[in-house]
């Protein structure tokens, strides 16, 4: 009889909770509640979790084998468009600047912002074959559902979300910009990245937004930031990167509009992060 009070009431508290939580759902909001995708800043509160979710999707038997090439599902060169079709005008403007660029030259006065999601460990990301589409319901996702193989390290014209994500699980550091962002300081966060570690991937995207043109992604966290500066970026990605949950080195198969391959800056490792930080 104990016992049975002791569920309903969990039950209820767990309802309860269900429906006052107004940050992310992991993987998944419960059927009944509608994920609230957007905007909000927020630190996510792994208690919130339901238990349920967690366990099912570690025991998601289809998973698609990651980094072998597999003409069926993903070969890195067939089905891209998918993605990102360079041969359609609606797709082909991911990487130009299409509005005022005033409107992206940043705010001394706005804040950087790092916002932290609870990945539990037992949570393994799906892979998806090139014939189904991927779409994320946080604006600028650090977890998630993506193509079974990842990008070659380094900078390029452009690269799209479904294929970065992946190489944010093995540990990289992604460094996104909007396209109207300030070319100088765009170039300076690039080789701010470049000299911090050889596991990055660069890419102009339009995740970013007017208040803050930048962002980082690692797995689970991102930060975003309106006007450049090296001690924040280098900050971030000493605390965050490497730390995704699948930790290998082995560069990616993709490499659709690599413009610059990564150098190795201490080990293929990254057993130093940034080594020309000033510390004090
Ligand atoms: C996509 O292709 C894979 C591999 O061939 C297959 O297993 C899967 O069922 C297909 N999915 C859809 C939605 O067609
Ligand atoms: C181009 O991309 C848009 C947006 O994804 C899509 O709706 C449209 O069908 C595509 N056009 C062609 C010709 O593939």
């Given at each position: 009889m104990l016992r049975w009070i002791a569920v309903v009431l969990t039950l209820l508290i767990y309802v309860q909770a269900a429906e006052d939580?107004?940050?992310?759902?992991f993987p998944d909001a419960p059927k009944t509640l509608a994920l609230e995708g957007g905007e909000t800043i927020k630190t996510v509160n792994g208690n919130a979790l339901p238990e349920g979710d967690t366990v099912k999707e570690k025991k998601s038997p289809s998973r698609v084998a990651m980094g072998i090439e597999n003409p069926d599902c993903d070969d890195a060169k067939h089905g891209l468009a998918i993605d990102f079709d360079p041969y359609n005008v609606t797709h082909s403007t991911v990487y130009m600047c299409l509005e005022p660029k005033s409107d992206?030259?940043?705010?001394?006065?706005?804040?950087?912002?790092?916002?932290?999601?609870?990945v539990?460990?037992?949570?393994?990301?799906?892979?998806?074959?090139?014939n189904s589409s991927i779409e994320y319901a946080?604006?600028?996702?650090?977890?998630g559902t993506h193509r079974p193989l990842w990008p070659r390290y380094g900078e390029y014209m452009y690269v799209p979300t479904q294929r970065w994500l992946h190489n944010s699980e093995h540990g990289a550091v992604i460094a996104l910009y909007h396209p109207c962002a300030n070319k100088q300081q765009v170039d300076e966060l690039k080789q701010i990245v470049k000299e911090c570690l050889y596991r990055h991937v660069i890419t102009p995207s339009q995740l970013p937004n007017k208040d803050r043109p930048f962002a980082l992604v690692t797995w689970h966290a991102t930060l975003e930031f309106s006007v450049l500066q090296r001690t924040i970026v280098e900050s971030f990605i000493e605390k965050y990167a490497l730390k995704g949950p699948e930790q290998t080195h082995r560069d990616g198969q993709y490499d659709h509009l690599l413009v610059d391959p990564a150098k190795v800056v201490s080990t293929e490792d990254d057993s130093v992060l940034c080594p020309k930080k000033q510390r004090d």
């Open positions: 939580w107004k940050g992310s759902w992206y030259k940043g705010d001394y006065n706005m804040d950087a912002v790092i916002t932290e999601h609870m539990p460990s037992a949570y393994v990301a799906n892979h998806k074959c090139m946080e604006r600028i996702p650090s977890y």
